[in-house]
């Protein structure tokens, strides 16, 4: 598939390794009863690159007090007894982040059609694969009309990829993007994100435009001493 263009520095590009890393981990880990067992094959095959970049992530996935059972349909029409993982730690945050807002950048310059102006930001939020709700999502695709994918010849990235965006083709996108239905992430792109932060009050949840390599504080190992 052609690619989406992110020009970053040498510094920016290998600290977010981790979390190109993770997302593809995440967008692979089902809320079906019977998951695709492609996908569950590839997600243990990116542990070993976790473990190595992101070490601490794989305490906070496989942390046994974030899991409790419960009865949910999953994806299918009948109730069976599930697991429930709440992955709300440090280092899943940021490298959710980092991921959303990489992808918020690249989707301005494609849309936008330039980088983001220094000052700028995005403001990122991200959903994983039972932490959406169908209400939320649809309010959400209702403001972003518009429809994109990574396309090759005649073929499509569909369920792979496919995002929602609208934007005003001169200094702000917003967008709405699915990988694999499994991990869901949303984002504002913008060259002056001041008038924003009241609508986005997480500062967290916030990363300006060359910021993505101080993310990295938070996951990689040599800065956690």
């Known amino acids: 598939m052609s690619g989406l263009e992110f020009a970053s520095c040498e510094k920016c590009n290998h600290a977010t390794r981790a979390a190109d890393a993770a997302a593809s981990f995440f967008a ?35 942390n046994a007090e974030k899991v409790a059972p419960i009865w949910a349909k999953g994806r299918g029409s009948i109730y069976t007894e599930m697991r429930r993982l709440t992955l709300d730690g440090p280092v899943t945050h940021a490298l959710m982040t980092a991921f959303t807002s990489k992808l918020g950048m690249a989707l301005f ?8 102006r220094l000052g700028g930001a995005v403001f990122a939020q991200h959903y994983f694969n039972a932490g959406l709700q169908r209400e939320e999502a649809k309010r959400i695709r209702n403001i972003m009309p518009l429809v994109g994918e990574l396309r090759q010849g005649r073929h499509g990235s569909g369920r792979q990829f496919n995002y929602r965006y609208n934007c005003d083709d001169k200094s702000i996108i917003a967008l709405f993007a699915a990988f694999h239905d ?4 949303r984002a504002v792109a913008v060259d002056d994100p001041d008038p924003y932060r009241s609508i986005f009050p997480d500062a967290d949840n916030c990363v300006s435009f060359g910021g993505l390599s101080d993310l990295a504080r938070t996951w990689e190992p040599e800065r956690n001493d």
């Open 28 to 62: 692979r880990i089902s809320p079906e009863h019977s998951p695709p067992t492609l996908e569950l094959e590839e997600a243990r095959k990116l542990q070993g690159t976790l473990l190595q970049l992101a070490p601490d992530l794989m305490h906070e996935v496989f």
């Open 182 to 185: 499994n991990l869901f992430v």
């Open 109 to 116: 310059r494609e849309h936008i059609g330039r980088a983001m």
